[in-house]
């Protein structure tokens, strides 16, 4: 077994694809990549927040912090005793983020996010001072308050492709987005509504820098722009009756996580 990983420095940029191009998109991306080690999974999130959902929205417009905080798992029916991840991402204000996380129950981190209860499966002391803040700076309940769903094919890049340097650049693909805000768990299902439209896929490509010039090629060939979107933020303001929706971004590169 692989160790976890529990610190990133990657950059993420987002497109909006449509169904109707996604099989010949793949094709050409495997010129240039292989499927990952498990390329085909489902990921459930857990999004703790306020009951007014003031960490989303100082997210959203910057008023405090950059951060999201999220249970997920990789299992498609997990149990009180599985192994989720809990992670925190952040952004600064140059736009460099870093993604921290640590392995334990739903249980366990449920009881940590909500009362602060630590158990010997919880020993990341970065995570954990993170977590203690978060509950200073809101001082108000932390809880589930959103579940988010969808399917996943993930790409990664061939160890050598001729005329350029490796870049371990990762391709994910999901589609099938689900959410609900009623009844967060990770216990009852994937049912929800759906966040897109049943045409639409999110691509995400995650590389430590610049996207190589094959990868550039490949996106002018297909006339994808990169796009401003959160999953989080859109089933926000589906929920409480606001438009929202993916918009190209002219003006960032994308976002840095390490």
């Known amino acids: 077994m692989k160790p976890i990983e529990t610190?990133?420095?990657?950059i993420e940029t987002k497109y909006i694809v449509s169904k109707e191009i996604l099989d010949k998109l793949i094709q050409d991306?495997?010129?240039?990549?292989?499927?990952?080690?498990?390329?085909?999974?489902t990921i459930s999130n857990i999004y703790f927040d306020t009951e007014?959902?003031?960490?989303?929205?100082?997210?959203?417009?910057?008023?405090?912090?950059?951060e999201k905080v999220r249970m997920r798992t990789y299992l498609s029916q997990p149990k009180a005793d599985s192994q989720v991840f809990l992670e925190i991402k952040t952004k600064d204000q140059e736009g460099v983020g870093r993604k921290f996380r640590l392995l334990s129950t739903p249980i366990s981190i449920l009881n940590f996010m909500t009362k602060g209860h630590?158990?010997?499966?919880?020993?990341?002391?970065?995570?954990?001072?993170?977590?203690?803040?978060?509950?200073?700076?809101?001082?108000?309940?932390?809880?589930p308050r959103m579940y988010i769903y969808y399917d996943r094919y993930s790409l990664k890049e061939k160890k050598y492709i001729e005329g350029y340097d490796y870049n371990k650049i990762r391709i994910t693909i999901d589609q099938n987005l689900i959410y609900r805000d009623e009844n967060v768990s990770l216990f009852a299902?994937?049912?929800?509504?759906?966040?897109?439209?049943?045409?639409?896929?999110?691509?995400?490509?995650?590389?430590?820098g610049n996207k190589p010039q094959?990868?550039?090629d490949i996106l002018d060939k297909y006339g994808l722009m990169e796009h401003k979107f959160?999953?989080?933020?859109?089933?926000?303001h589906k929920s409480q009756g606001l438009p929202y929706g993916p918009r190209p971004s002219i003006e960032s590169a994308g976002t840095a996580y390490a």
């Not at 007014?52 to 950059?66: E, H, T």
């Open 189 to 208: 299902g994937n049912q929800g509504a759906p966040l897109l439209d049943d045409n639409t896929v999110i691509m995400e490509i995650k590389a430590p």
């Open 118 to 143: 630590l158990d010997a499966s919880i020993t990341d002391t970065v995570v954990i001072e993170k977590v203690k803040k978060l509950h200073q700076d809101y001082k108000q309940a932390i809880k």
């Open 230 to 236: 959160s999953k989080y933020s859109c089933a926000y």
């Open 214 to 216: 094959w990868l550039q």
């Open 29 to 41: 991306l495997k010129e240039y990549s292989v499927e990952d080690d498990y390329p085909i999974s």
């Open 7 to 10: 610190s990133f420095k990657r």
């Open 52 to 66: 007014d959902f003031a960490v989303l929205q100082d997210d959203d417009f910057g008023n405090k912090r950059k």
